[in-house]
């Protein structure tokens, strides 16, 4: 920035040398151009040179450099110190702008508390930093308080803002056995948190470390437009030289050709089309970011865009996953004892049907029955053994496994309705079911239709319940019969995504707990309700942190939308240096104006990339998901990241 205010400096001296002393180097414009030279010229000299010498690279800034030389030697220092000055204005605006970006995740960093209220096992409470706070730790949340890293609710009740973390515009009430998460607000009401994560491995910290290493990972266009600046920057050295030695060839003498020369390299320099990728990237990751949407890089964004089959999971993604029992058989009348044994079994299970159970056993006050040696079975159910022997729950096919008969009455007629129902049974014998019901979450249904009108051609939900209820849910999301696979295994939704790859590019949306596999085969895998989770987190390529379905219309649009601003930067980028090159070709193009056309179009491709950090997904109200027209292998596990690390890879 100092050096940029130098360079303006010294060109302002040699304007006003040059308007009262008519271009001779006097007194002002000596000093001026001098100055120019000295703060635009050396320090990107220096720089390029540095990036040749320890890289082998060829800097694009190296053309600029031999331009204004160039420019000098022929009697031109005036419109060499233009370019100078331009070009040192432009490349500020670009770092600024670019900055805009990073600053978006910085702020993340700045709504983390440096404090917290620590309870003692004394009662006693006092004031602590963030940073020494350990799991199992009890912190007191005063209304208007940040909570200070992710823990659990023990006492009290309140409403959260989580708008940080989710994107969630609305309050949510939270009560004991909740989830919070650190940098969120506590509205109103005292609450006491257990911690359950430090502040190095809290989710704002793996946040932090996920998007900026998604920001450092190039995506498949950046790299590109990297690999090609390079080369191109070596082509247009080369052309220069050739140009000279042509005009010089053609009767100019050798300051004209040398001056022409030094135009066609600022005109042909690539600087517009290689900052124009970087520029929407950047900018798109950092907005989904504060919308509560996470990519695990610009590939993943690429690729979103370019989706044209999605395909769901149905229990905790399209559904709200907050199941309850609706009906209770038990063969041999007693239903206290026949929850308290199923109780026992998924008591170890943290799959959201389980968890429905445990809910009715809870309300019923009852106690259940102590299972050990417990194992699950992946979309079948789970097994364990009791005093009495083996024991299992689950679906018809773990039924189908252990060679048990449903042939009771009461139990077809079980089955025979559009609800989940989860058999109990020990070895070949049936005890009894339950069955369940789901619900669509509210904004399944209109997020459906959001990714319809923007062009996906294909949606499909697959899911390992019966095809009744399939079919149910299915309705009322608008699905039809055909676009519903029910009664699969995770196998076979792994099989199935690779059968919709064959025909394009397949998103598949899933809790990335029990769909791992699937969203591992997908071109884009895409974890729901991802906040807090660290097996989402890692086996999704995208990961929406709440569980709003109106997030994944807007980060498709988002895509397609940072698509398109890619593609206009480099028509924009090249269409000017077409224009440009031309012009120095065949015409008297100045090499001002050939300055401003090439520093121009730089910035504009950046101001214009930077439109994606104002997208609609930053602003988006909850539940609504009408968006405005517009025209047009898995990753690594995630490491810890502790506050000060956090800094260091910021700084």
Same mark, same amino acid.
């Given at each position: ?100 970006a990073r600053r978006a995740i910085e702020a993340l960093m700045a709504l983390r508390p440096e404090t917290a209220l620590r ?52 309050p949510v009430s939270k009560e004991p056995g909740e989830q919070v998460f650190e940098a969120t607000v506590n509205l109103d ?168 159970? !445990?809910?009715?056993?809870? =309300?019923?006050?009852? @106690?259940?029955? +102590?299972? *050990?040696?417990?194992?699950? #079975? %992946?979309?079948? /159910? ?119 790859? !064959?025909?394009?590019?397949? =998103?598949?949306?899933? @809790?990335?707990? +029990?769909? *791992?596999?699937?969203?591992? #085969? %997908?071109?884009? /895998? ?126």
């Amino acid at each position: 920035m100092v050096l940029s205010l130098l360079t303006v400096l010294g060109m302002i001296l040699a304007v006003v040398g040059t308007w009262l002393f008519g271009g001779q180097l006097d007194f002002l414009n000596l000093p001026g151009l001098t100055l120019v030279y000295l703060a635009g010229g050396l320090p990107t000299a220096w720089r390029a040179l540095s990036t040749l010498w320890r890289e082998h690279v060829l800097d694009i800034d190296l053309l600029m450099v031999v331009a204004a030389i160039a420019a000098a030697i022929v009697g031109a220092p005036f419109e060499g110190a233009v370019l100078l000055t331009l070009f040192s204005i432009s490349t500020t605006l670009e770092h600024r702008a670019l900055g805009r970006a990073r600053r978006a995740i910085e702020a993340l960093m700045a709504l983390r508390p440096e404090t917290a209220l620590r309870k003692g096992t004394n009662g006693k409470v006092e004031e602590v930093p963030a940073d020494e706070l350990a799991v199992g730790d009890v912190v007191v949340l005063r209304p208007g308080a940040r909570v200070p890293t992710d823990g659990l609710i023990v006492s009290g009740r309140g409403g959260i803002d989580e708008a940080n973390i989710t994107g969630e515009s609305m309050p949510v009430s939270k009560e004991p056995g909740e989830q919070v998460f650190e940098a969120t607000v506590n509205l109103d009401g005292v609450l006491e948190v257990s911690v359950t994560r430090t502040v190095g491995e809290s989710t704002i910290a793996r946040m932090i470390l996920l998007v900026t290493e998604a920001q450092a990972a190039k995506a498949p266009s950046e790299r590109f437009s990297s690999w090609f600046g390079q080369r191109y920057t070596v082509v247009v050295m080369l052309g220069a030289v050739l140009a000279f030695a042509a005009f010089y060839w053609l009767g100019h003498d050798w300051e004209l050709a040398l001056y022409k020369a030094a135009t066609l390299l600022v005109a042909a320099s690539p600087c517009a089309i290689v900052i124009s990728v970087p520029a929407a990237i950047l900018s798109a990751l950092s907005a989904a970011a504060r919308g509560g949407v996470l990519f695990k890089g610009g590939a993943a964004l690429e690729t979103l865009a370019a989706v044209d089959t999605f395909a769901f999971d149905k229990t905790g993604t399209l559904t709200t996953g907050r199941a309850a029992v609706t009906q209770v058989v038990a063969l041999d009348g007693d239903e206290e004892g026949f929850l308290s044994l199923l109780g026992g079994l998924e008591a170890h299970s943290e799959h959201h049907i389980a968890s429905a159970i !445990r809910k009715e056993i809870a =309300a019923r006050g009852l @106690d259940i029955t +102590n299972v *050990a040696n417990v194992t699950s #079975r %992946a979309g079948a /159910g789970i097994i364990g053994s009791d005093g009495s022997g083996a024991l299992w729950a689950g679906n018809s096919y773990l039924v189908e496994e252990t060679g048990a008969r449903v042939d009771h009455p009461a139990l077809e007629t079980l089955a025979s309705g559009a609800q989940t129902v989860v058999y109990l049974g020990r070895g070949p014998a049936v005890l009894g079911a339950v069955s369940v019901a789901d619900e669509p979450r509210a904004s399944s249904g209109p997020a459906l239709v959001a990714l319809r009108d923007s062009g996906v051609r294909r949606i499909v939900m697959m899911t390992g319940d019966r095809r009744p209820v399939a079919l149910r849910i299915g309705a009322e999301l608008g699905l039809g019969p055909d676009e519903i696979h029910a009664e699969m295994l995770p196998q076979d939704k792994v099989r199935e995504v690779g059968e919709l790859a !064959r025909s394009g590019k397949v =998103a598949f949306v899933g @809790d990335g707990v +029990n769909d *791992a596999a699937a969203l591992a #085969r %997908a071109d884009v /895998g895409i974890a729901m309700g991802a906040a807090g989770s660290d097996v989402a987190l890692q086996a999704a390529d995208v990961a929406l942190l709440s569980e709003d379905m109106e997030r994944l219309a807007y980060a498709h649009r988002l895509a397609r939308r940072t698509a398109a601003i890619i593609r206009q930067n480099l028509v924009v980028a090249i269409g000017a240096m077409v224009v440009l090159v031309t012009g120095g070709l065949f015409f008297d193009l100045p090499l001002p104006l050939a300055v401003v056309g090439h520093e121009g179009g730089t910035v504009l491709v950046v101001l214009n990339g930077l439109r994606l950090l104002s997208d609609p997904i930053r602003r988006a109200a909850t539940g609504s998901v009408n968006l405005p027209s517009e025209g047009e292998l898995p990753p690594e596990p995630v490491k810890p990241i502790a506050r000060h690390e956090a800094s260091e890879r910021m700084g």
